[in-house]
């Protein structure tokens, strides 16, 4: 479990594959290329711009504001977003999640991809 502590952090995953069983952070994570592998049951973000690369989610994931413009979501788990959904610009994929808006959705461009 990595656990980012509520500071004015920002982390960034550029490249490469990081597999990760619980993500929890209080600042915002980026995802701006590579594959994030989330294994575990739970994980929380407060903030998480999605602008290129793959998150790769096995379960539960509880996101509190998600901006996404970009990349990939796949992975069969499930995707809480508590409060705003931003998805602009590019194409967006998304394979096998289940997504859950319980806040307002913003979808200003770009394309959404939905496989089985």
């Known amino acids: 479990m990595i656990d980012i502590a509520e500071s004015e952090i920002i982390a960034t995953h550029r490249s490469g594959t990081t597999e990760i069983n619980n993500l929890i ?17 739970n994980s929380s973000l ?27 979501l796949t992975g069969g788990g499930t995707t809480t977003i508590q409060g705003d959904f931003n998805l602009s610009n590019t194409t967006k994929d998304i ?3 289940t997504i859950i ?16």
Do not use: H
């Open 25 to 41: 952070a209080t600042d915002k994570v980026v995802l701006s290329g590579g594959n994030l592998v989330l294994n575990g049951s």
């Open 46 to 72: 407060l903030l998480f711009d999605l602008t290129a690369g793959t998150l790769t989610q096995r379960s539960n994931l509880i996101v509190t504001d998600f901006n996404w413009n970009g990349g990939i």
């Open 101 to 116: 808006t319980q806040g307002e959705t913003n979808w200003d461009s770009g394309t959404i991809r939905i496989y089985g």
């Open 95 to 97: 394979t096998g999640q």
